[in-house]
């Protein structure tokens, strides 16, 4: 098992830019979550989804951002005309669920740098 | 309001020694608390975690105290090794809402 797989690593774009973070779940997992990390911010939670469904994007910036969850595969994380406030690293995890409770698991994240 | 506050924001120890980092939360609903373990350039790593309905959690060398009526929570490393030197965050989350609200780490640093 090979564990969340995020891609790129590593984007550099320029203001104005789209980019567009792909995470591939752990085979078997039912959810999907993205955060963002900064040294300012820390951690915060951004949207995650069920069995491909959105569930709460509750932490979606309102412009700019969204995220889909086309199959069981696979879920994108987009962001059009980037800000240098976007720079953050972009943490996908995916999770199982037990009872009420998920175990979440993270992968390495993506690094995005917006110049 | 920071729902979930750590301390200290650094922590130097000896090897050997035993490290307790410290958590406390705001909101009465949650009731999972796991921990996570993160190396510069990776995602966070679970380490161990703690359900309301329990007071300790010991996984090797890795123990969560966790005091309901105070809403706080530590994690023990005994015999802390220089491999231990991460940052640790604690997180928390309450029933059927996914999402997990993070405090700001503590870095760690092991001495040999």
């Known amino acids: 098992n090979a564990g969340v797989i995020q891609t790129p690593r590593h984007k550099v774009t320029g203001k104005g830019q789209e980019a567009t973070l792909w995470c591939e779940p752990i085979?078997?997992?039912?959810?999907v979550f993205w955060y963002r990390q900064t040294i300012v911010q820390g951690l915060e939670f951004l949207t995650y989804?069920?069995?491909?469904?959105?569930?709460?994007d509750s932490g979606m910036p309102k412009e700019r951002f969204s995220a889909q969850m086309p199959n069981q595969s696979h879920s994108t994380l987009k962001i059009q005309s980037t800000q240098p406030q976007d720079s953050a690293v972009y943490l996908c995890?995916?999770?199982?669920?037990?009872?009420?409770?998920?175990?979440?698991?993270f992968g390495p994240g993506t690094r995005l740098l917006v110049l | 309001q920071q729902q979930v506050r750590q301390s200290p924001q650094s922590l130097t120890v000896w090897e050997g020694e035993t490290a307790i980092l410290n958590c406390s939360y705001e909101?009465?609903?949650?009731?999972?608390f796991p921990w996570y373990q993160q190396f510069p350039g990776e995602g966070p790593a679970l380490l161990i975690s703690?359900?309301?309905?329990?007071d300790k959690k010991e996984d090797g060398r890795f123990t969560i105290f966790f005091n309901k009526r105070e809403k706080k929570l530590s994690l023990h490393i005994t015999d802390s090794q220089p491999g231990d030197s991460a940052t640790y965050f604690c997180?928390?989350?309450?029933?059927?809402?996914?999402?997990?609200?993070f405090g700001d780490g503590t870095v760690l640093t092991v001495k040999p």
């Open positions: 995890a995916s999770s199982f669920r037990t009872g009420s409770r998920d175990t979440q698991y």
């Open positions: 085979s078997g997992h039912s959810a």
């Open positions: 989804f069920r069995n491909q469904a959105p569930i709460d």
């Open positions: 909101d009465s609903t949650f009731n999972y």
């Open positions: 703690i359900r309301s309905v329990s």
């Open positions: 997180a928390a989350s309450a029933d059927n809402t996914g999402k997990l609200t």
